[in-house]
């Protein structure tokens, strides 16, 4: 069974820095592209950022490319969403999500169940 | 970047009777060369994340009840919930993965009449 596990979030003000984590099992890691997704409260899912199995290939939503950056570390499962310049408009849950496939663009059918990132002096 | 535009905002439906949900893409998201189409449709409860119902526009994904059914070509696409259930309330949203970024429509909240 997948499982997804996002940590790191809480409350930082504008301007700070955060880094979430994800951690992966019950499925081949490194197979299978990985993505970032948030919702702010009421609002549409958001895609934010993806990375490729191998990590060598990163997209990124306009709203946060150059501010935030995406790694994954397949040795341990793990992903890393380093979170730099936070502004008001990334508060929201994130959720980590994996891909049906080795790469973006693809469907990304599990999802985690999300953590909570406040921006907020 | 692609847009997605979802009707109605919400909705109510008696129970055991069918939904439609439309979705209209700003451009096409049909792929010439294998004919697919990348949009999928996502279902997501309150305080829950989104849960994938529908991809290639049509195919259900495993688990997924067959009250569930998605339609269309190109830029016009609905998705059918027959027989309402109770455990249907929720809002459904579809997002295109033809390119990134993978934008999702704005939602359409199904509640019961």
């Known amino acids: 069974e997948v499982q997804l596990l996002e940590s790191g979030g809480g409350l930082v003000q504008p301007g700070g820095s955060l880094r979430l984590s994800c951690a992966a099992s019950?499925?081949?890691?490194?197979?299978?592209?990985m993505s970032w997704f948030r919702q702010a409260p009421g609002k549409r899912p958001e895609w934010v950022a993806g990375i490729s199995g191998s990590g060598h290939a990163t997209y990124y939503a306009d709203s946060v490319k150059g501010r935030l950056t995406f790694y994954r570390d397949n040795s341990n499962n793990t992903l890393l969403l380093q979170m730099d310049s936070l502004r008001a408009e990334d508060t929201a849950v994130y959720y980590c999500a994996k891909a049906s496939q080795w790469d973006l663009p693809t469907t990304f059918p599990s999802w985690g169940q999300g953590i909570r990132v406040t921006v907020s002096s | 970047d692609i847009v997605l535009t979802q009707s109605p905002e919400s909705l109510a439906v008696s129970l055991g009777e069918r939904a439609t949900i439309n979705c209209r893409s700003s451009r096409s998201l049909l792929y010439t060369p294998n004919n697919k189409n990348y949009l999928t449709w996502f279902q997501q409860r309150p305080g829950q994340p989104p849960k994938l119902l529908i991809y290639w526009a049509s195919t259900r994904e495993s688990g997924v009840p067959d009250r569930f059914s998605g339609s269309g070509s190109g830029t016009d696409f609905s998705l059918t919930i027959s027989n309402l259930q109770a455990e249907d309330v929720a809002v459904y949203y579809c997002q295109q993965y033809y390119t990134t970024p993978l934008n999702f429509g704005g939602g359409t909240r199904l509640e019961i009449k």
């Open positions: 019950g499925f081949t890691f490194g197979n299978f592209a």
